[in-house]
T-cell receptor, first 117, second 116 residues
Framework: DAGVIQSPRHEVTEMGQEVTLRCKPI?????LFWYRQTMMRGLELLIY????????DSGMPEDRFSAKMPNASFSTLKIQPSEPRDSAVYFC???????????????FGEGSWLTVV | AQKVTQAQTEISVVEKEDVTLDCVYE???????LFWYKQPPSGELVFLIR??????QNEISGRYSWNFQKSTSSFNFTITASQVVDSAVYFC?????????????FGAGTRLAVHP
């Protein structure tokens, strides 16, 4: 079975450029998460979608970050303009949220390694 | 507050040693879930185990075992007869209801180095 698929795996970009990270969740999963991993802050939840609707975006650092989920099989995380402090690994993850409090397992993609120079 | 603490930043062992990774959590919820994930040097996050708050039975899977104790709010992970391939960062995580949905938060991780 295909897991969560992320692209690009690695991206190096110059400060000020727009960066778009892409994610295809596991088929049938209705919850999608974007996490960011840095040495300083560890794994942080950026945004959570349920049934394509953003539910909790309190972790999005600032207006330069935006995320969309136009359909059940695709999501993007965009940074515009990018800054060196955005350098991190960005993980997309998905789960099947069958009910509130069900604690369904969240499966992660391989991550997108972003370097902003 | 909802929180996961992994006090051990790094552990170094020699192959075949047993090693225990500690995890302590805080939550107000009576229903919650605990997880362990492994992040090998290649960087992906691999799911290892999920445990709900009502099931305190210990679990064993091959060389891996988990000890869940609600009395001490701990969910420790033991690797028996460690191998070099076990070298990775291990994350403990807590899932709880937040705003009507499940939220997953992670501890800081424990880096395990197994030397030949």
């Amino acid at each position: 079975d295909a897991g969560v698929i992320q692209s690009p795996r690695h991206e190096v970009t110059e400060m000020g450029q727009e960066v778009t990270l892409r994610c295809k969740p596991i088929s049938g999963h209705n919850s999608l998460f974007w996490y960011r991993q840095t040495m300083m802050r560890g794994l942080e939840l950026l945004i959570y979608f349920n049934n394509n609707v953003p539910i909790d975006d309190s972790g999005m650092p600032e207006d330069r970050f935006s995320a969309k989920m136009p359909n059940a099989s695709f999501s993007t995380l965009k940074i515009q303009p990018s800054e060196p402090r955005d350098s991190a690994v960005y993980f997309c993850a998905s789960s099947l949220a069958s009910s509130i409090g069900s604690g369904n397992t969240i499966y992660f993609g391989e991550g997108s390694w972003l370097t902003v120079v | 507050a909802q929180k996961v603490t992994q006090a051990q930043t790094e552990i170094s062992v020699v192959e075949k040693e047993d090693v225990t990774l500690d995890c302590v959590y805080e939550t107000r919820d009576t229903t919650y879930y605990l997880f362990w994930y492994k992040q090998p040097p290649s960087g992906e996050l691999v799911f290892l185990i999920r445990r709900n708050s009502f099931d305190e039975q210990n679990e064993i899977s091959g060389r891996y075992s988990w000890n869940f104790q609600k009395s001490t709010s701990s969910f420790n992970f033991t690797i028996t007869a460690s191998q070099v391939v076990d070298s990775a960062v291990y994350f403990c995580a807590l899932s709880f209801s937040s705003g009507g949905y499940n939220k997953l938060i992670f501890g800081a991780g424990t880096r395990l180095a197994v030397h030949p």
